[in-house]
């Protein structure tokens, strides 16, 4: 049979049915900018997003029931062009038959409201209960972060966190009164807790009250009316009161800016699971996230001593590669927690990072870095840390797949005094080298270079101060001294009864100083200082 008589084929054929079918019901007679979707079955929010974006301004979107989405437009032409596309083409999202009508009432909250048959108090479709969606949640959260955002507009009385995933977590925060609610809402929604990301998207919910078992990271009793809750999972953390821990209406978050979307990072700052008030005036100099005071001149961020840890996934790492050596890379940019290497999926490692600044700078410097001739890809992990199970297994050149480096001697940012002596650089073909003894020179330098299997420098220039030999070594290009790092810092051993340690960095050099180079006699010239991403000693 010729292809063209065998008709069309079944997608085509489902589609002109679709068009074909009588236009549904399209709920209010002068339309709505909410548009609801029913029969959603398996669609995600941001299938949804995607579908309807190219019709207008997305304002929101809410989900009262697992089959039941609102979707807001920016203004009525856009939800009636949108639904005359529908009448006229019929509309599929991936591939799914929705079926589309006007919202109940002009607005998400007011939908919910009138879809739940009640109005608690306040305004229409008001309700005790919030429905928090924190959308691209690159760092933790948790429900002290959420208690911590919250707690300014009203008393919580209970908190949930019952769905986590890549692109959004949601939660219900539950109030003792409407008001609280309705003051929070205002306040924080479409707000950014951290900048550019961990948007917050806030409605009313439909639920009276939730039920909390155990007070952890995912949901907490705030009332203390049952002592046994207190004692499960997560332990009896007392929180004390927001005035107590520097929150209130004064303290708050940046003003609009563009699309109104508004950053909370400059009003407040994180700590493990959480973030503490920060009066106005202070500059956080991270930018894109709380900062971590180290030597980089911004604010500390921590909780108890205890900054929040972010998880990294790296991905491109050639077998020669082992948890050392990708710390030797990654300590110059931050403190290390842990690394581990997938056993399962080759080539791919997570990272767990002291802190949001250290992950920052190494999603900077390290991200598409050449190391022994494979560029690395960086990027945040939905992992809140890196948890450690089992024994760990064995990499391909006999080391541990796991290694934990949080009291390590190599961290650089351990203390202000230390995060001081160091500066974040790109890769460059010069490096510096330092904390050698005294008593070795560059002979021993390039044949301790030369065992451990890296490239061989192209120049080479040391001097030595009070306490230690230092100095700068020169590569062909900045991959080479990429591989040297990832080898040889840290490397420490005993030459002639004389313990040593090789420590390196960036120096974000592009070359030599002509000063540094060596000479044609000795192949040497001293120097007045190194001048390189690190002046530990």
């Known amino acids: 049979m010729p292809f063209g008589d065998r008709g069309a084929p079944d997608y085509k054929r489902r589609r002109e049915e679709f068009n074909r079918s009588p236009p549904r019901n399209r709920g209010m007679d002068e339309g709505s900018r909410v548009i609801q979707l029913s029969h959603v079955n398996e669609l995600t929010e941001g299938d949804i997003r995607s579908a309807m974006e190219p019709f207008g301004q997305i304002r929101g979107v809410a989900s009262p029931s697992p089959d039941i989405y609102f979707v807001e437009f920016g203004s009525l032409d856009q939800s009636h062009s949108f639904m005359g596309h529908v009448d006229t083409h019929g509309f599929l999202i991936r591939f799914t038959k929705v079926d589309f009508t006007f919202g109940p009432a002009s607005d998400i909250p007011s939908c919910m409201g009138a879809l739940s048959g009640r109005g608690v108090g306040g305004s229409q479709g008001a309700n005790h209960v919030l429905a928090v969606n924190v959308l691209k949640p690159l760092y933790p959260i948790t429900t002290e972060v959420l208690h911590t955002i919250a707690s300014p507009h009203g008393k919580i009385l209970r908190i949930v966190i019952h769905n986590r995933n890549e692109t959004k977590i949601e939660s219900l925060v539950e109030f003792e009164d409407v008001q609280g609610a309705e003051r929070c809402k205002r306040a924080i929604s479409g707000a950014d807790i951290y900048a550019g990301c961990c948007t917050l998207d806030v409605e009313f919910s439909t639920a009276q009250s939730l039920n909390v078992f155990k007070n952890d ?104 590669m082992n948890p050392m050596r990708l710390f030797n890379i990654l300590c110059m940019y931050g403190d290390v927690n842990k690394i581990k290497f997938l056993m399962t999926k080759k080539g791919i490692a997570m990272v767990e990072m002291k802190d949001i600044k250290a992950a920052e700078n190494v999603l900077r410097y390290v991200n598409r870095m050449n190391v022994f001739g494979s560029q690395l890809n960086v990027s945040h992990s939905k992992h809140r840390e890196v948890v450690i199970y089992g024994p760990p297994g064995v990499l391909d050149d006999g080391s541990e797949a796991v290694q934990v480096f949080i009291r390590s001697r190599y961290l650089r940012y351990a203390t202000p005094q230390k995060a001081a002596k160091n500066r974040q650089v790109e890769a460059t073909k010069v490096l510096h080298f330092f904390a050698l003894p005294l008593e070795f020179d560059e002979d021993f330098l390039l044949k301790l270079l030369e065992d451990k299997g890296c490239p061989t420098p192209t120049s080479i220039s040391m001097h030595k101060s009070e306490v230690c030999s230092a100095g700068l070594l020169e590569f062909e290009n900045a991959d080479e001294a990429t591989d040297t790092v990832a080898i040889a810092n840290h490397l420490q051993g005993n030459h002639n009864g004389i313990r040593y340690i090789l420590k390196l960095a960036f120096t974000g050099k592009k070359s030599m100083p002509t000063g540094d180079k060596p000479n044609s006699n000795n192949g040497a010239s001293a120097t007045s200082g190194g001048d390189g991403g690190s002046k530990d000693d």
């Not at 700052?269 to 973030?275: A, Y």
């Not at 202070?282 to 909780?303: C, K």
Request: glycine share 26%; hydrophobic share 15%.
């Open 217 to 320: 990271d995912d949901t907490y009793d705030y009332t203390d009316i049952n002592p046994t809750i207190a004692a499960g999972g997560g332990g009896n953390r007392k929180r004390s009161a927001p005035e107590e821990r520097g929150y209130n209406e004064d303290r708050g978050y940046n003003g609009p800016r563009g699309n109104d979307r508004r950053s909370m990072d400059d009003g407040m700052r994180g700590g493990r699971g959480g973030m503490r008030g920060r009066g106005r005036g202070r500059h956080n100099s991270g930018g894109g996230g709380p900062s971590h005071g180290g030597g980089g001149g911004g604010d500390q961020w921590y909780n108890d001593d205890a900054p929040a840890p972010v998880v990294l996934m790296v991905h491109g790492l050639e077998p020669k």
